[in-house]
């Protein structure tokens, strides 16, 4: 098998955002197999056995399914002994550690009390399993691995089991008495946290919906401690949050408040008025994508305070009649130096952004108003109707009549789609 090929199959492993190591032929690196937990737990500790059952049971063709006493799941393929040497001295691919299912308190304890371990690591694990990713179905991640190596690694795999039944344990009965003074278990979790939280708001910041995205799926990996027992409720806190993150980060991407605080007080409503988690699940992706088309849409970054100036005052007052002379006398410039800083700044004439935001304005009032056009002209700002229909069927193509029309006739046919079929006589 290529690099390439393993570079890849990683690639796709993390995309389900679950790690996946290359464990060195020495095992010198075997310890990030569990994310460093044994051996920030117990002084002085060595992955001896975890190495001699991968040693053992790791066969080529399958892919081993171990799953120790902490709960923690691992999935490892060999790598055939003809490739070791283009790996780097390579032995084998660990994919994960993954959970079946997110430990409540109760679990928690159970496994520190068969583990030993004293009550003041209880937040230090808690913090560790929400770093843990719990896939949806292990079944069918199991299957994808098990056709992703199949396709990259040349041959048939099958899934097998270690051990059969119960849990492996992968400490000597001396190491349970051997515990360091201060183990941070949970810091370097709560720390990539914070950093994936940061990159997540700066791509909002930026606008980038894509980026933002990716960080979002994996900022919701680390499930975060429940501040009460009510699931609903912290669905809701969480959301309120993310909320209030996603308008700071809007803030710092130059979009005045006016929008910032539309958008923010929308979603602050439809939280406070869910009452099942159903109505919740949506909220969090469409937050990250309306924040993101705001930015795109009304961030003034680059914009020197002039012409800021005048594009707030026109997305506020656009019904007003606004000119270049206008925003000359308000900003005490002359209308050619306004003139050409805004195009240079924008791309646009002045005159042009203003028809853009009243065309912009006349197609919400189309939409979602039956008032005659001649008002929907004089509510944007034209009290010409003939020169409105000029300018707006040169940006659309379309009067604005055909264009009312054009719009009742798709909305009218998805009602019909939507209706049920009438019963058979």
Known sequence: MELDHLTLFSQIVQAHNINCLLVDRDFSNLYKADMELRSKLYSNYDYARLRDTILKHCRRGELLKLKDDFGLILYIFPLPTDSLAQMGQAVCVIAGPVLEAAPDPGEIQKIMFRKKLPDSLFRELQEFYSSIAVPPELKSLESTLITIADHLFGEAHVLRSYPESGDLTLESPSQFQALNDAPSIAINTIEERYEVEDQMLEAVACGDHMKASRYHSLFKTYRITPRTENALINRKNMLIILNTLCRKAVQKGHVHPYYIDELSTQFA????????????????????????????????????????????????????????????????VTKSYLSNLFRKETGNTLTDYIHTVRLRHALVLLNSTTIPIQVVAASCGYSDLNYFIKLFKRENGISPKQYRVQMNRNESALCIKKSPPEPLP
């Open 269 to 332: 409503i439809r939280i406070n008025q869910s009452r099942s988690m159903t109505d919740l699940d949506a909220i969090d992706n469409e937050m990250i994508h309306k924040y993101c088309l705001l930015v795109r849409n009304h961030s003034m970054k680059n914009y020197s305070r002039l012409v800021q100036r005048c594009i707030t005052y026109t997305d506020f007052h656009y019904a007003e009649p606004l000119t270049l002379s206008f925003f000359a006398d308000m900003c005490h």
